[in-house]
């Protein structure tokens, strides 16, 4: 079974329009990391937030994470057509655990211009 | 083109046919990684390699399943006698070794090989 699981599992927005999705997770973990994958395709990696950071910033992208309630926020500030995609949060627990990736579910975000 | 690849993209089967993915990581990563991806959900673990050993087998893995990686460069997944339910995209992913200072690396997917076993 997937460990994390988001939160909606679909988002339909306008252009410019901010666009939030939420993760949940289950078990301890080293980092936590969210990729994008546009229809049919492969993932590509957006950002990565170690277990002991709260917030990290690339470019539009905003993630918290909060290690207490298991949980990670995914922020797009003003979307744009482009970023319809599906949207995947990964946990990983490091050491011994290879850097396996497990992935939720996907919200799958549609920007409308 | 420097990023993972992955052949064929696209294969369709009979039922009870063996099936072979290949995936070329990215030259200096000694680190590959197979995942599956049904319609619809997130990509679930299967293996690891680093460099030729394979380090860890997710139970999804049955003994259907085999995947090699014999001089630590390219890597191979078999299918043998292919039911319905194998049917996904099957992704590969290759990263860095974790070292003391940079605890984690980035692991960069391939585009996949879309399998239909009919």
């Known amino acids: 079974s997937q460990q994390g699981e988001e939160d909606p599992q679909a988002l339909s927005i306008q252009e410019g329009e901010n666009a939030t999705m939420n993760c949940s997770y289950k078990?301890?973990?080293?980092?936590l990391q969210w990729y994008r994958q546009n229809s049919g395709r492969g993932l590509v990696h957006l950002i990565l937030?170690?277990?002991?950071?709260r917030e990290k910033h690339s470019g539009r992208l905003r993630v918290t994470l909060d290690t207490s309630k298991k949980s990670s926020s995914l922020l797009i500030t003003a979307s744009r057509a482009a970023d319809t995609a599906s949207y995947f949060c990964?946990?990983?627990?490091?050491?011994?655990?290879?850097?396996?990736?497990?992935f939720g579910g996907g919200t799958r975000v549609l920007v409308k211009p | 083109d420097t990023g993972v690849s992955q052949n064929p993209r696209h294969k369709i089967t009979k039922r009870g046919q063996n099936v072979t993915f290949r995936c070329d990581p990215i030259?200096?990563?000694?680190?590959l990684y197979w995942y599956r991806q049904t319609l619809g959900q997130g990509p679930e673990f299967l293996t690891y390699?680093?460099?030729?050993?394979?380090?860890?087998k997710s139970r999804l893995l049955s003994d259907r399943f085999s995947a090699e990686r014999p001089k630590g460069s390219f890597s191979t997944l078999e299918i043998q006698r292919t039911e319905q339910g194998d049917s996904a995209m099957y992704l590969c992913?290759?990263?860095?070794?974790?070292?003391?200072?940079?605890?984690?690396?980035?692991?960069?997917f391939g585009p996949g090989t879309r399998l239909t076993v009919l």
């Open positions: 390699f680093q460099n030729e050993a394979q380090l860890e």
């Open positions: 078990t301890s973990i080293n980092n």
């Open positions: 030259s200096e990563h000694n680190r």
């Open positions: 990964a946990t990983s627990r490091g050491g011994a655990a290879g850097n396996k990736l497990t």
């Open positions: 937030i170690r277990s002991n950071e």
């Open positions: 992913a290759s990263s860095l070794p974790p070292r003391e200072a940079v605890p984690y690396n980035e692991q960069f």
